[in-house]
């Protein structure tokens, strides 16, 4: 028996199988000792408890020992598995069934790996710790085919930390039917960041570098002011550009520029790694 498995009693049945189902699914395994076809089916449904580790609770009741119990809840044969969700069942089946059919049927009803890590991020959010979550709400936006929800709180995040290009991304794939107020407000926000982000000495440094493009110092500067003002891929993509011509520019300074950036960006931030991959193939 573990956190994820249980033997329910008349004495415990209010708080596992309502309670408890309030909070997260509860199936519920009525079998008995007597009963061949629960001794084949039960080490399955344990096995899944175990492996979606403490999504839905695996509530097993003797049915023999707990006849009352069984019959309040319609059981008319062993074995029968009720799936219950705040309070009430919502699915179920009768005798055994595949692993196939049985992990169907749990799929409906418990919450999918993005959200799980859209809940994490956003209490990560909460706690302050918007770096940590970062990574996470990239994954579940990824994960889950790029939702217009999550990639509202996604580009919101990347506004926060001034990463106007990529939320600019995020943004652009959000469909005409999902550009609510929110996404209105978002847009406002970096439209404000991008004209906030042009200072004199970038605009300075563009016309220089747009009047003589081979200007290896001025693209230079430009990549370290972009990088000052967080607008890395702009900077690293001159830096790259840099590093083409010549590996060793300004003594090594801007080949150690980009891998700073990129050290910056942190583990698994797409653009940090698009680069260094662009890096190491320039390299080798």
Not at 54 to 65: C, E, R, Y
Not at 148 to 175: C, F, S, W, Y
Not at 232 to 251: G, P
Not at 260 to 271: H, N, Q
Request: some cysteine.
């Amino acid at each position: 028996m573990n956190e994820f498995i249980v033997d329910v009693t008349a004495e415990s049945a209010q708080q596992v199988l309502i309670e408890e189902s309030m909070q997260r699914p509860v199936v519920v395994d009525f079998w008995a000792d007597w009963c061949e076809p629960c001794k084949q089916l039960m080490p399955v449904l344990e096995k899944l408890a175990n492996e979606y580790a403490g999504q839905f609770l695996l509530a097993k009741v003797n049915a023999d020992s707990e006849q009352m119990l069984a019959g309040q809840l319609g059981v008319r044969s062993l074995p029968t598995v009720m799936l219950l969700k705040d309070g009430q069942p919502v699915d179920g089946f009768a005798g055994v069934q595949p692993e196939s059919q049985i992990r169907e049927m749990l799929d409906k009803y418990l919450p999918k790996p993005w959200d799980i890590k859209l809940q994490q991020a956003q209490a990560l959010i909460t706690e302050g710790k918007q770096g940590a979550a970062l990574p996470l709400l990239r994954e579940a936006y990824r994960e889950s085919s790029e939702r217009e929800d999550i990639a509202k709180q996604l580009a919101a995040l990347l506004l926060e930390q001034n990463r106007t290009q990529e939320a600019d991304t995020v943004l652009g794939k959000i469909l005409l039917a999902d550009q609510d107020a929110e996404y209105q407000q978002l847009m406002a926000q970096l439209e404000l960041k991008q004209q906030a982000a042009d200072t004199p000495e970038i605009q300075a440094l563009q016309k220089t570098l747009r009047d003589n493009p081979q200007n290896g110092d001025a693209a230079y500067q430009l990549a370290v002011q972009y990088s000052q003002a967080d607008r890395h891929q702009e900077a690293l993509e001159l830096l790259l550009d840099i590093l083409r011509r010549d590996m060793h520019f300004a003594d090594g300074a801007a080949k150690q520029t980009f891998l700073d950036i990129v050290k910056s960006l942190g583990a698994g931030d797409p653009v940090a790694t698009r680069y260094q991959r662009k890096l190491m193939t320039m390299m080798f």
